[in-house]
C-alpha cells in the first residue's frame, strides 16, 4: 500500500483503470502486449535468470553457424518435399501445365511520354484439370491437399467466391451469365499470374476459349485494379458465329507479325469501349483494342510463346497507351524438370510476383511526380463490374442487410419479387426474395433486381434514420447500387417507426442504441472531382433540421434478430460513428488508436 501512496496521483488513477479494463476486455492479444512488455522493461531481469543455461550452448559463432546450417538444410528439403514429382491428375483433355517466362512492355504517348519494361512469370493451365504438375503447379480444387510452388485458385477467378466450382464451373457459370452458350467452347486455357507461398498481384488473366475442332475462337479478358476491383471482358467476333482463328493462306504476307510469334498464326482482334478505372492517370472514357495470338498453336499442342498486345484510345480517337506481354524464352514443362531444374528456376523467379505491386508504385510516382500528370480519382464501379472485397465490418453487416430486406420483400403490401446481388463478399450468393401478397398472385408480381455494386453500401446505409432517402442517395446521387425498378422502391420501403428505446431487451441495447442514435449522421456525399487540378464542385452541406432517430433497420435488428446478431449491429454501426469523430472515418485509424490506449494501459500496469 505504501508503494501506491508513493505513486504520483495520475499514474495510480491509470494503473486502477489499467487492470479492470484487461480484466473485463482483455484477450489473446492483449496477453501478448503484456508479455512483449514485461520482456522490454524486465528483459536483464530474465536474460539473468536464463544466462547460465546460454552459457552451456557454447561461443556465439559456432550457435550461429549451426543454425544457418540447419536452416539451409531444411530449406533445401522444403524444396525437394514441395518439388517432388507428383504427376497430373487423369487428364485426357488437350494442352497441358506450362510455365511461360515473359516480360512485360508499357509505352504512354500522351499527355507525357513515359515507358517502361520488366520481366514476368505467367502460368498456363488447361480449364478443367486438377491436380499437381511435377510439384511446381497445381490447382487443387478439391482440397486433396496437394500443393505445387505456384498454385491456382479457382476462388479467385471471375465472379468471387464459388471455388468448389472449379476453373471448368466458373467459366461455364460466367458465360451464362452473360447470355452465351457454354458449349460453343468446349475447350479452354487459362493463362494468369499464380499464387506464389499463397501470394499474387494479378492485373489480368487471359482465359483463350477454343471451339469443338480446337481453333481459337474466343477470350475473356480479367482485369484486377489496385483497388481490388474487376472487369471481365469476352472478346469474340462481331456476328453470332464462331469463327475460328485460322492460319493464313500460302503466301500472305507476314512481314507484321511480331517478333515472338511463328508466321503460321492470325491474331484474335477486338475493340472494344473502356468502362473500368484502372489506371489513375486515364479515366474511364475511350476504348480497347487487343491483338492476341493463340499461344497453343497449332490444334491446342503448342507451347506458346505468349503474345498479346492491349491499345488504349481517348476519347477523342488519340492513341494513349500501348501495353504488351510476350514469351522471353521457351515455355517449360514442370514434368520433366529435374530437382537442381527447379531449384534454378525458383531462384531466378520467385522474386517477380512480390514486386509486381511495388513497381506499379515506382511507375505512379514516376508519373505523377516527374510527368506531373494529373491524378483521375477512383469512381465507384458499374454494373458491370466486381467490387473490391468487403472489410472486417461490411462482412459484419452484409448478412443482416439481407435479412432485412428480406423483412421489408415480406412485409410488402404489394405483389413483389426482389432478387438481391450481394458485392464484395466470397460466396454470398444472390438471392429472391417474395413478398406474401406474390405468393398469391405470382403471376402480377412485379420484379426488380436490387445490386448491390461496392460493399461501401453496407458501412453507408446505416447512416440514414430513413429507408427511403438512403435508397434515393445511394441510388442517384453515390451510385452505389444499382436497381432494374426503381419506380418499385416506394412498394419496398414501409414507413415504420422503430420501437421506443426503454422497450429493448437490456440495458447494454440501451446504451449502445442511445449512443447509436446521438451519434447518427448522413454520411458524407460521394463526390469527387475529376482530376487532382480540378475542386469538387459540392455545395456546402446543410443542416439536416429534423434530427435523427432510431432507423427502421435499428429496429428491425432490435425485434427480429437474436442476441449475437445484435451485439455484432450495434459495435459494428458504433465503430463506423466513433471513427467519424475521432479516427478521420477509418476504422483501421481506430483500431490503431485502441492498440496505443492498449500499450499505455500495459505501460501503466506494468511500469
Partial sequence: MAVTLDMPVHTAVLRTTAIPYYWIFGSLGDVVVLTAWLLWTRGDLILGLLKGQLEILGSEWLSRAAIIAVASLAFVEYVRHRSRPAELSAWNGPAQPLLFPCRTTHTRFFPKRHSFSYSYLLVGVPVGWTGVAGGMISNDTHNTGGKGWYSIDAADYLERGSGHLGLRGKLDAYLESQGIDASKYPHAYLVTAAKFLGYHFNPVSFWYLYSADKRLAATILEVNNTFDERRMYFLAPNDDSIEPIEAPENGAATDDLPAHQPHNSKPLRKTWPKDFHVSPFNSRKGAYSLIAHDPLLPSMEGRGPIDSTINLVSSKDKAKLVARIFSEGDAVDPTNMTFFHKLRFLAGWWWVGFVTFPRIVKEAAALFFQRKLHVWYRPEPLKTSVGRHADEVERQLEPLFRRYLKHLVEQSPEPLVVRYVPSGIADAYPETMVSSKSQAAPNVAAEMEFKV???????????????????????????????????????????????????????????????????????????????????????????????????????????????????????????????????????????????????????????
Avoid at 427511403?468 to 446521387?477: D, G, K, V
Avoid at 432510431?550 to 451485439?567: C, F, I, K
Fill in 453 to 607: 455494386l461496392t460493399p461501401a453500401f453496407y458501412s453507408r446505409f446505416v447512416y440514414y434514420a430513413h429507408d427511403f432517402e438512403a435508397m434515393f442517395c445511394e441510388l442517384n446521387e453515390n451510385q452505389t447500387i444499382w436497381v432494374s425498378n426503381p419506380e418499385l422502391l416506394p412498394k419496398l420501403v414501409i414507413k415504420k417507426q422503430p420501437p421506443p428505446l426503454h422497450q429493448t431487451a437490456s440495458y447494454l441495447d440501451y446504451g449502445y442504441f442511445t449512443a447509436i442514435r446521438r451519434l447518427r449522421q448522413q454520411p458524407e456525399r460521394i463526390e469527387r472531382p475529376l482530376t487532382s487540378n480540378q475542386t469538387s464542385s459540392a455545395t456546402l452541406s446543410k443542416e439536416d433540421i429534423r434530427g435523427f432517430r432510431l432507423s427502421s433497420m435499428d429496429g428491425y435488428v432490435l425485434t427480429h434478430e437474436d442476441t449475437g446478431a445484435r451485439h455484432m449491429y450495434r459495435t459494428s454501426v458504433l465503430k463506423l460513428f466513433v471513427a467519424d469523430r475521432i479516427a478521420m472515418g477509418s476504422v483501421d485509424i481506430l483500431r490503431l488508436e485502441h492498440w496505443l490506449l492498449k500499450l499505455l494501459l500495459a505501460w501503466v500496469a506494468l511500469s
